[in-house]
């Protein structure tokens, strides 16, 4: 592997794989819960979900006052099972999804960046994931 810390976040969601899949990869759902707090919104996303496919995100705050774009291109795609990708800055991301039943268990791996503590990153990531199965148990019922 490379220079890069790796940090792992995981989620055990009440909703089938194959639903947790669609909210996971399709646009109308990213746009409603990738955010990592209520002050934070992303306004346009679009995802093309295949091995070379390119992915990006608008990550904003509400008040207009910050974002950035968060992308990237698949590596690797199992149907209902793992999604690989790289970054634009090179560090790799590997997301596993094991369904049993009506429960989903999300396991993300990925490479910390070195501008920031460790610990924020994964709080960061983890508060988008947690954030991830509200909405995914919320839109489920």
Request: no cysteine; net charge negative.
């Amino acid at each position: 592997m490379g220079a890069f810390e790796e940090i792992t976040i995981r989620t055990t969601i009440q909703v089938p794989v194959e639903k947790v899949w669609e909210y996971w990869t399709e646009p109308n759902h990213i746009k409603k819960w990738n955010s990592a707090s209520d002050d934070w919104h992303t306004p346009f996303a679009e995802n093309d979900l295949r091995p070379g496919g390119k992915f990006t995100s608008r990550m904003e705050a509400k008040d207009g006052s910050m974002g950035f774009d968060f992308g990237g291109i698949y590596d690797e795609v199992k149907l209902h099972e793992v999604i690989s990708y790289t970054m634009g800055d090179g560090r790799k991301v590997n997301i596993t999804f094991t369904g049993q039943g009506n429960e989903t268990e999300v396991i993300e791996t990925f490479d910390a960046e070195t501008e920031h503590p460790v610990d924020f990153q994964r709080q960061g990531w983890q508060a988008i994931l947690d954030n991830f199965k509200r909405y995914a148990e919320q839109t489920n019922q």
